[in-house]
């Protein structure tokens, strides 16, 4: 079952520690955006940093803390839109031909008048046994 999946090649990263400016642009835009969470109280604002190669990756910071975060789908941002394939038409329905035709339930009285030959048939093998014994009991 391995040989049949599909191996894709083992994807190398920059070094830790490097400096994210560093990192290469997609299609003319830089690798991140830095923001800033508030302009009317800078004392007490966060610096956010955003991934534009992973959509959902965030790093925000005030002062010494710091923590990151990632909520997204893990996918890598591409210029191409996604569309995913629309699925297959439904099935027309089953045309009934005349070797397919539904037949109705028996009522109770014609399931006993279908039984009663064959418990007869039963009864009367009894009796012609019967009838065997005796012959050979006279012998």
């Not at 830095?34 to 991934?51: D, E, G, H, M, W």
């Not at 965030?58 to 191409?80: D, L, P, Q, S």
């Amino acid at each position: 079952m391995k040989a049949a999946a599909q191996e894709f090649p083992r994807e190398e990263g920059p070094k830790l520690l490097t400096p994210v400016g560093t990192d290469a642009e997609i299609e003319n835009t830089k690798a991140w955006t830095t923001k800033i969470s508030s302009n009317l109280i800078p004392q007490y604002a966060c610096a956010f940093v955003r991934s534009n190669l992973w959509p959902g990756a965030y790093t925000f910071a005030r002062g010494m803390i710091w923590e990151n975060i990632y909520v997204g789908y893990g996918h890598k941002y591409t210029t191409t839109d996604y569309r995913a394939e629309l699925p297959p038409l439904p099935a027309n329905e089953y045309n009934d031909g005349v070797e397919i035709v539904e037949a109705d339930d028996p009522t109770p009285e014609d399931e006993a008048k279908a039984n009663a030959p064959e418990e007869q048939g039963e009864e009367g093998e009894d009796d012609h046994e019967e009838e065997l014994e005796n012959e050979e009991d006279d012998d």
